[in-house]
């Protein structure tokens, strides 16, 4: 049987693009309307209820083109979309689906309603579950932000996607690819991987790419490889123990009282509750006024006249002054006793 796939197709030339998502339109829709309703159904928190209620009806009037009806429940905290008769593109209620997911996350309604475009995408990622400590969940979600919101802004341009981090999820706005390399970027920062490594992978193959002589090599030798640096020598402690002083016992050290053993010995076992949190108070008030001393003296300090050069000056002439005088009366005492002595030898 002669090959088909081979033979000449006219319609097919170099100017086409293959990779173009055509809109769609409504003639484009051949089977007519939808034979049962598909609705999705979100909750939003109660801080975005205001903000939600003024950008509702540039909401609905977007959604309308497309053929989607929503409603904005405040009692219950909730928003939904649904297809009508009139919705022609069978996508456009997923596309709503997420509008209303990133209404709920905090993002902006402008921002939110370039999802109902072609070629765009969200993704949500949830962060929180990937780090266990929280202050360790904190410091790792502020450095996606970076100084001032930097990191964020670099990783935006180099991906072509819009970013929004709030709370325990991080939304993202974009191309499939761009998607892609922020979700890895995210996911390796909470496991620990800073995003500037990234971020300079990235800029590597920004600039890669636009050299059409390297589109079909392998990139691997531009690319950093950035690997963990483990330490040469063993860390020395702070504190070295000397062990060799020490004389050695078999038996165990005493073991350590109790908070009841403490209380026993001390005689607070015995008091009532209220003379418990008597206690409590007077030994707080004791170190607020101890504390309160402290601060007072240190006050005190910048209201200590500093010492000056001529008061050192007064205090050496007056010192010179004494010596003098008492030199003087020495010598008037010696001359007095020699008197004396020559006076008791001469009547003898």
Known sequence: MPSTYKRDKP????????????EFKPEDNAGGTFAEESSFMTLFPKYREVYLKEAWPMITRTLEKHGIACTLDLVEGSMTVKTTRKT??????????DLIKLLSRSVPAQQAIKILEDGVACDIIKIRSLVNNKERFVKRRQRILGPSGSTLKALELL???YILVQGNTVSTMGPFKGLKEVRRVIEDCMA???????IKELMIKRELAKDPTLATESWDRFLPNFKKRTLSKRRVPH????KSQKVYTP???PQEKSKIDKELESGEYFLSKQAKERVRKEEIQEKQ??????????????FVPPTEDADKKEKKKKRKRAEDAGDHTEKKKKKKKSKTD???EISS
Do not use: C
């Open 159 to 161: 991906t072509g996607t």
């Open 251 to 253: 038996f165990p050290p």
């Open 289 to 302: 006024r101890e504390k309160r001393e402290e601060k007072m003296k240190e006050r005190q300090k910048d």
């Open 11 to 22: 319609w097919d030339t170099d100017d086409i693009d293959k990779w173009k998502i055509e």
């Open 342 to 344: 020559e006076s008791g």
């Open 88 to 97: 022609f593109d069978p996508a456009a209620i997923l596309n709503a689906r």
């Open 192 to 198: 620990n991987i800073h995003p500037i490594y990234h």
């Open 239 to 242: 504190k070295v123990t000397d």
